[in-house]
């Protein structure tokens, strides 16, 4: 089998450039995470990376994979065709080393439309009522509950890449998961979150966040139904 050829987007913290790695592969049936960690372990101990589970469920080995937002644990060379791989860090987000991006500011929107259950705590500290969930309640969240905030739909979404203050998938499709949630009441606090320019509004349709998420949650549709939401709660006013 001929050498893969592999093309990194190094960053040292003053200048980008390009290096690119000759590897020795015995199958196309390895991800292009462990294409990585060979060329770290084998040709460059300075190359960073950041990975952890290598499950496609911490999230952390998100980067662009040959023009793609993808995770290199979930990519295997099988579903690259060609022998020669570009690499380059998450579009979006500021490069801390390599292919390390700085991801907080990710979080820091997504704690903004508050990612957790409201309710009234005396109802739940005082009370010995369970308060249950039929399946059709949890089908209206289920599949938003899959995110592992990855950042990609971050990295592929044109808004996120022109204006700094949207607010993202990641954060509104949140937003979306808890508020469908029918034990959480917190929907009223959140919608005047995200019932901003900064917020769903910004969002343009493009979809990209969808198409690049590894888990299906299709943040694009999350985004859709805040908005219907949104205007459901205005005529009432």
């Not at 950041?50 to 662009?64: D, E, H, K, P, T």
């Not at 957790?116 to 289920?142: F, N």
């Not at 929907?187 to 910004?202: L, Q």
Request: hydrophobic share 40%.
């Amino acid at each position: 089998m001929p050498a893969l050829t592999v093309k990194v987007k190094r960053f040292d913290g003053k200048k980008s450039w390009w290096q690119e790695y000759k590897v020795d592969i015995k199958s196309r049936k390895i991800s292009v995470l462990d294409v990585l960690v060979k060329i770290k372990e084998e040709q460059d101990p300075t190359l960073a990376v950041r990975y952890s589970c290598r499950m496609a469920i911490c999230g952390s080995c998100g980067m662009v994979i040959n023009g793609v937002p993808r995770l290199a644990c979930q990519t295997l060379l099988a579903e690259i065709k060609d022998d020669t791989i570009a690499v380059e860090p998450m579009w979006n987000h500021r490069v801390i080393k390599d292919l390390v991006v700085d991801t907080e500011p990710n979080f820091e929107k997504l704690r903004k439309v508050k990612p957790y259950t409201i309710r009234d705590l005396k109802e739940i500290y005082e009370s010995d009522r369970e308060i249950g969930q039929k399946p059709e309640e949890l089908e209206k969240y289920y599949n938003f509950a899959y995110c592992i905030e990855c950042g990609l739909c971050m990295a592929a979404c044109p808004v996120v890449a022109t204006n700094p203050r949207f607010l993202g998938p990641m954060a509104l499709a949140a937003a979306y998961r808890w508020s469908a949630d029918s034990r959480d009441q917190g929907w009223p606090v959140r919608a005047k979150i995200v019932d901003t320019e900064e917020g769903v509004w910004s969002c343009h349709l493009a979809y990209t966040c969808s198409a690049v998420c590894p888990r299906g949650v299709d943040p694009g549709f999350a985004i859709q139904l805040v908005k219907a939401a949104l205007m459901r709660r205005a005529k009432k006013l």
